[in-house]
Nanobody, 123 residues
Framework: QVQLVESGGGLVQAGDSLRLSCAGS????????MGWFRQAPGKEREFVAA????????NYADSVKGRFTISRDNAKNTVHLQMNSLHPEDTAIYYC????????????????WGQGTQVTVSS
């Protein structure tokens, strides 16, 4: 059974940085596109960032472009999300996702999901 386990969330102040990690297991990690999504209270889950299998291409939501960086280490079956200049609006549960097909911003296009990690940004 595929496992995606997120870590690195926490409570920070506006302007701070956090680095989220997602460890994948029980699947061939390097054959999967990896992504991050988030869900704020009372809102729908939304796309944050995605990275292709080899890491040569990335895609970001406009709201995080220039502040967040997605990266992956296929040797360690891990994908990261470096979040800088955090805003209170970035407060959400952050989810890692994996899919063997092309990267997409659509939730329904992702096959596997982690349980999420809470990020809270205070003003």
């Amino acid at each position: 059974q595929v496992q995606l386990v997120e870590s690195g969330g926490g409570l920070v102040q506006a302007g701070d940085s956090l680095r989220l990690s997602c460890a994948g297991s029980r699947f061939t990690f390097e054959k999967y596109v990896m992504g991050w999504f988030r869900q704020a209270p009372g809102k729908e889950r939304e796309f944050v960032a995605a990275i292709t299998r080899s890491g040569e291409s990335t895609n970001y939501a406009d709201s995080v472009k220039g502040r967040f960086t997605i990266s992956r280490d296929n040797a360690k079956n891990t994908v990261h999300l470096q979040m800088n200049s955090l805003h209170p609006e970035d407060t959400a549960i952050y989810y890692c996702a994996a899919d063997p097909r092309a990267p997409s911003q659509a939730l329904g296009s992702w096959m596997y999901w982690g349980q999420g990690t809470q990020v809270t940004v205070s003003s």
